[in-house]
């Protein structure tokens, strides 16, 4: 079963330095979404794709992260760098993003932690 | 971005009992999906529902895409232990740009 690829799992980094997630969406998915989520909290989009554009980055703190999606496929989310504050889950979802399929699903997500 | 008012917040209840959880918007929806997310994991999708008044159901799992288009329901029959997690509601707008919007989640105990 196709399922969304991300890397690494667990993550642990030391303020200030750099860090990268990687996210390999479903095959044929045009719409690919950035979340963090806060241990217990709600999940905070931080930036969407179609295709190779961005659709959306409202939310994705520009001086330190960055995301691209170079050929429209796979992704990779980057925080540089790294504050105490970013500890969180990063989970990337995929869908393909056409009416009446707009069903988005998620990989097991990258556990950062900040010391 | 859109809010989405998902309750209750949080829910202790018996094995063997009904659930059930609500989410409204402000605006209209297209789409209407339900997650559930275990500790440590990614939300995985439970239900999706396409069309105002459409009633699916996923096992003891039932959603309803509500008539007005700006809320949905999520019942579960027969609570059992595994049940347990956060449930959460997210739903596409009618801008096009396939802008996923989340609920608060509600937490689910189940009380052997």
């Known amino acids: 079963e196709a399922e969304v690829a991300q890397s690494p799992r667990y993550k642990i980094t030391e303020k200030s330095q750099a860090v990268a997630f990687w996210c390999d969406p479903i095959?044929?998915?045009?719409?690919l979404y950035w979340y963090r989520q806060i241990l217990g909290q709600g999940l905070e989009l931080l930036v969407q794709f179609q295709d190779e554009s961005v659709v959306d980055d409202s939310q994705l703190p520009k001086d330190r992260f960055s995301a691209e999606r170079l050929k429209g496929v796979d992704s990779t989310l980057k925080i540089q760098p790294a504050e105490l504050g970013d500890s969180a889950m990063y989970l990337c979802a995929s869908s393909r993003g056409v009416r009446g399929d707009t069903e988005a699903f998620f990989g097991q997500g990258t556990r950062l932690t900040v010391v | 971005g859109q809010q989405l008012n998902q309750s209750p917040q949080s829910m202790f209840i018996q094995e063997g009992e009904d659930v059930s959880m609500n989410c409204t918007s402000s605006?209209?929806?297209?789409?209407w999906l339900w997650y559930k997310q275990d500790p440590g994991e990614g939300p995985v999708l439970l239900i999706a529902?396409?069309?105002?008044?459409e009633l699916t159901s996923n096992g003891r799992l039932t959603a309803q895409f509500g008539i007005t288009r700006k809320d949905s329901f999520l019942n579960i029959s027969a609570s059992i232990p595994s049940d347990v997690g956060i449930y959460f509601c997210a739903g596409t707008d009618q801008t096009g740009a396939n802008n996923l919007f989340f609920g608060t989640g509600t937490r689910l105990t189940v009380i052997p």
């Open positions: 605006s209209i929806f297209n789409t």
């Open positions: 095959s044929g998915h045009a719409t």
């Open positions: 529902l396409y069309k105002a008044g």
